[in-house]
């Protein structure tokens, strides 16, 4: 997945318990925190916030990690 994402997105992306489902929330381009993990975004390594559907935690995901439903 390409960098095309935009807020409001339903994407998927893997993760150890298997494929989860969430919404792009927004395209983080500059470091920052969710709860204690730090996101080191940059304008050149954004990354996407997203919302799972199932739990409603928020956590970031590089673009290519994500695929759009």
Do not use: N
């Not at 339903?10 to 500059?30: D, L, M």
């Not at 996101?39 to 996407?48: G, L, R, T």
């Amino acid at each position: 997945m390409t960098s095309d994402l935009k807020k409001g997105d339903p994407v998927a992306w893997e993760t150890s318990q298997g494929k989860t489902t969430g919404t792009v929330v927004k395209k983080q381009t500059s470091p920052t925190a969710i709860k204690t993990h730090k996101v080191a975004a940059s304008p050149e390594d954004p990354q996407f916030i997203v919302e799972s559907d199932k739990t409603g935690a928020q956590a970031a995901h590089k673009p290519e990690a994500l695929h759009k439903r």
